[in-house]
């Protein structure tokens, strides 16, 4: 098991035990990991990854020569010599892009998400925005046009989303349908791809949630959800003779 997986499951098991929140067990457990305010080192003796960096240290070396550790320290010896605020999304991004060849915009951006991430300055799920996000996708029997209607109508999707208030965010010809729905101004967006044979990939993402515990809310409905698309689905069709 490597660090960072080591460190998410300590946090679960905390907050198993201490009903605290994801957030509040993390920073409880980092406390205790520095020695803050136990007269403890200042600094773990290895980094502790907060949470995993969606990319991995192996694709991150083979693309610009350095794992994620080492990223960070340039970063944060950066910070420190110049007084550039390693929080700041858009500054550390820059200095990366523009002090390292091997970087072109978009490894800057995957660099600092990552440094983020790690670090605890993004937290899993988290946007660059502070706000978070979920996402969702299966294949059902359910004929895309149908479904595109349903989620155009205040009256079906009523029938969609029973017990939600929704409200309709996009123009009806967009491509992908941006349905308000949850917590406040939090969008759902949909992706309905016909696949054949009366199929169809559908795909939710759930946008500008308030916390990592929302996110983890919002992914059970949307798993449930999608279950009752399909026994939806598998309810409509005709019984085999003599049933």
């Known amino acids: 098991m490597t660090r960072q997986e080591s460190f998410k499951r300590r946090i679960r098991e905390r907050m198993a035990t201490t009903g605290e929140r994801y957030t509040a067990a993390r920073r ?24 995993e960096p969606e990319m991995s240290d192996e694709t991150l070396v083979a693309r610009t020569g350095r794992g994620h550790d080492e990223w960070a320290d340039i970063i944060e010896a950066w910070a420190s010599e110049t007084g550039g605020d390693h929080s700041d999304h858009t500054a550390v991004a820059a200095y990366l892009h523009e002090s390292f060849d091997e970087l072109d915009g978009w490894w800057a951006q995957a660099v600092t998400v990552g440094y983020e991430r790690i670090t605890g300055l993004r937290l899993p799920y988290q946007r660059a925005d502070g706000s978070f996000a979920c996402s969702k996708s299966r294949t059902v029997a359910v004929d895309a046009e149908v479904l595109r209607k349903m989620l155009l109508s205040d009256e079906h999707r009523a029938d969609l989303f029973p017990g939600q208030s929704t409200e309709l965010r996009s123009k009806p010809t967009t491509k992908a349908l941006r349905i308000a729905i949850g917590p406040e101004d939090a969008v759902a967006v949909f992706g309905i791809d016909d696949v054949g044979g009366g199929r169809s990939k559908i795909s939710v993402q759930h946008e500008r949630l308030p916390s990592c515990d929302s996110v983890e809310q919002w992914k059970f409905y949307w798993s449930d959800w999608f279950d009752a698309i399909a026994g939806s689905a598998d309810a409509s069709k005709p019984g085999d003779p003599g049933d």
Do not use: F, N
């Open 28 to 51: 409880a457990l980092l406390t205790k990991s520095t020695g803050a305010g136990d007269g403890g080192p200042s600094a773990p003796p290895t980094r502790i990854w907060v949470s």
